[in-house]
């Protein structure tokens, strides 16, 4: 019975030996499975955080597009709201055609040069407009401006210069105006007027003429028109203050002074005078005296012994002068 344990025993030894030996086979390989686990985590991680870079990314890509996009439209949009077009054509060295046309009616239509008055074209209802304009000699300032029934406005502004043929001035003297008019060709007549007054013709003849005529009292605008034997035609307007000239007397108190009277309705405002060509002085009134004190003056001077040559000229508010000369012995 003794040696059948002891049978058992190294049986059961055995099976311990073999059991140990299975659990020193298995026990590495969990510990291998616990080290792919450990291992493992990581990589999850890192495919995670690439996922959401990736979609990050893409959300990114259409936020742009959809932004762009909608950018587009609107550009597109704002772009698709027409204007009136200007198109402007030098037919000759003195003319020039004006186009204006649009896919809707037209409101308006004007043009002036420089700052002058604007002159208005029949355009109210049409899509297309023409209009044949004189270009001015010298260099002037074209401005072009037209809207459309929806309120879509245009502009266009262009300088021209052309040569004259005909040439004109126009000098103020005192009360009245020089017209100087001279010409490449021989000049035919030459009209003008007063504001809307008839025109006064004068006939010419000559390559270059003067003239003076009155000036109405106040403020007047003035048109000369000048043709020469070509039928080339210059025009100028500008407007004048008419004025009437200071009134001047120069007198002596008997044989001590002489004596400055002086008026205007504007006023006095500068009195020079002259004694024997040598000796000059010159009053600034306005600078003494308040405009209604300027409108009658009086003013005297001793006298030299012997013989005293006098020039004395007066200037009102205007610039308009009267001058008086006079000789007193003493």
């Known amino acids: 019975m003794g040696k059948a344990y002891g049978i058992i025993l190294k049986n059961k030894t055995k099976e311990v ?48 597009g959809s932004g762009s996009y909608s950018m587009y439209i609107e550009s597109k949009n704002t772009n698709n709201i027409n204007k009136p077009t200007i198109y402007v054509e030098e ?3 003195s003319e020039i055609k004006l186009q204006i046309t649009h896919d809707k009616s037209l409101s308006k239509a004007t043009y002036k040069w420089n700052d002058g ?25 074209l401005n072009v401006y037209a809207i459309d029934a929806a309120g879509q406005e245009v502009q266009y502004q262009a300088t021209y210069t052309l040569q004259a043929e005909i040439g004109i001035e126009l000098e103020v003297d005192g009360n009245n105006i020089k017209i100087l008019a001279n010409g ?70 008997g044989s001590s002074n002489f004596i400055i009277n002086a008026s205007d309705e504007e006023g006095i405002k500068r009195v020079e005078f002259i004694i024997n060509e040598t000796e000059s002085y010159s009053l600034d009134l306005d600078k003494v005296y308040s405009l209604e004190q300027r409108k009658e003056f009086q003013y005297s001077y001793p006298l030299h012994d012997g013989e005293n040559r006098l020039e004395v000229r007066v ?16």
């Open 17 to 64: 030996k073999k059991l140990n030996q299975i659990l020193s086979v298995e026990t590495p390989k969990k510990e291998k499975k616990k080290k792919k686990v450990k291992s493992g985590a990581p990589i999850e991680i890192n495919n995670i955080l690439k996922f959401f870079a990736v979609a990050l990314l893409i959300f990114g890509v259409f936020m742009v």
């Open 91 to 93: 037919i000759s060295e």
């Open 117 to 141: 008055e604007e002159t208005e074209i029949d355009a109210s209802g049409k899509k297309k407009v023409e209009e044949t304009i004189q270009i001015p000699t010298g260099t002037n300032v």
């Open 184 to 253: 490449k060709n021989e000049l035919s007549y030459m009209t003008y007027r007063w504001d809307e007054e008839e025109e006064q013709r004068i006939e010419i003849n000559s390559t270059q003429t003067e003239q003076t005529i009155e000036i109405p009292k106040g403020l007047h605008k003035l048109t000369v028109i000048v043709v020469d034997i070509n039928n080339k035609t210059e025009t100028k307007e500008q407007e004048i203050k008419g004025v009437t000239k200071p009134k001047l007397e120069v007198t002596t108190d």
């Open 315 to 330: 200037y009102n508010e205007s610039g308009v002068s009267e001058v008086s000369k006079v000789m007193v012995n003493k």
